[in-house]
Nanobody, 116 residues
Framework: QVQLVESGGGLVQPGGSLRLSCQAS????????MGWFRQAPGKEREFVAR????????YYIDSVKGRFTISRDNAKNTVYLQMNNLKPEDTAVYYC?????????WGQGTQVTVSS
């Protein structure tokens, strides 16, 4: 059965780093478009990053460009989001998403809190 499990969230000071992981089961991440979204309290869920085929085909919202990197390890069937130079406005629940054609799957989310 299809499942996405995020991990790696936590509390970090501004300027710090975290690496989020999204481990997939029931499908192969190399066959799906994979992405990260986030949602802060009282805010709508927003797109953060996505990857198609390889690390060379990555896309980001402007606010995280140069700070976040999405990557995929096909052997481990896992997608990562490396987050550097974190800012308080990055605080949110981060969700992993997979889609192929008309199929769409979401993880349960992992909390990222950036605060001093």
């Amino acid at each position: 059965q299809v499942q996405l499990v995020e991990s790696g969230g936590g509390l970090v000071q501004p300027g710090g780093s975290l690496r989020l992981s999204c481990q997939a089961s029931g499908f192969s991440v190399d066959r799906y478009a994979m992405g990260w979204f986030r949602q802060a309290p009282g805010k709508e869920r927003e797109f953060v990053a996505r990857i198609i085929w390889s690390d060379g085909n990555a896309y980001y919202i402007d606010s995280v460009k140069g700070r976040f990197t999405i990557s995929r390890d096909n052997a481990k069937n896992t997608v990562y989001l490396q987050m550097n130079n974190l800012k308080p406005e990055d605080t949110a629940v981060y969700y992993c998403k997979a889609h192929l054609h008309f199929s769409e799957y979401w993880g349960q989310g992992t909390q990222v809190t950036v605060s001093s």
